[in-house]
Structures are given as C-alpha cells and as structure tokens.
C-alpha cells in the first residue's frame, strides 16, 4: 500500500468517524482541534489500525494518534519492521 492510500484510508476512516469534516480536513490538522478524543475513540481507532493494517499496536504507540497525518507514519514506521 502507498503512502497516498495510506492516508486516503485514515482520513475516510476518521471522516467515517466523526473526528475531522472532509471541508475542514487536513493530514496535519490535530484530532483535539476537531473532536474531543475520548479514550473509546482512542480504543476504536487502534481496533481500526491493527484489524485494518496487520499491526500490533503498543501502549507507547497511542500518543501518535494525534492527527491523520501522525497516524500514517506510525503504520508506515510499524509495517516497515515486518
């Protein structure tokens, strides 16, 4: 998968979501400025990323997901390992 589809993917999966508007969506834009992210968005979106990328996610991890943008480059950096 491309860097490009990567990110198409966490946007429509965060669009889907309710965390970022596709009018005001941007790959940089922080999730806390859209939405307020609760700890079950949090549980909700690391389900997404293992199931829909193969990883295994770990506690240190989930202080990345901060924007589209910061969560493609965990993927990129957890399947790049595999």
């Known amino acids: 998968m491309t860097r490009e589809e990567v990110l198409q993917r966490v946007m429509e999966y965060f669009a889907d979501?309710?965390?970022i508007r596709d009018d005001a969506a941007s790959p940089d834009t922080p999730l806390s400025d859209?939405?307020?992210i609760d700890s079950l968005m949090v549980l909700e979106t690391v389900m997404?990323?293992?199931q829909e990328f193969d990883l295994q996610l770990e506690r240190s991890d989930l202080g990345e997901?901060?924007?589209p943008e910061a969560v493609v480059e965990l993927i990129l950096r957890k399947t790049s390992k595999s």
């Open 17 to 19: 979501q309710g965390a």
């Open 48 to 50: 997404f990323l293992e």
């Open 65 to 67: 997901i901060t924007s």
């Open 34 to 36: 859209t939405l307020l």
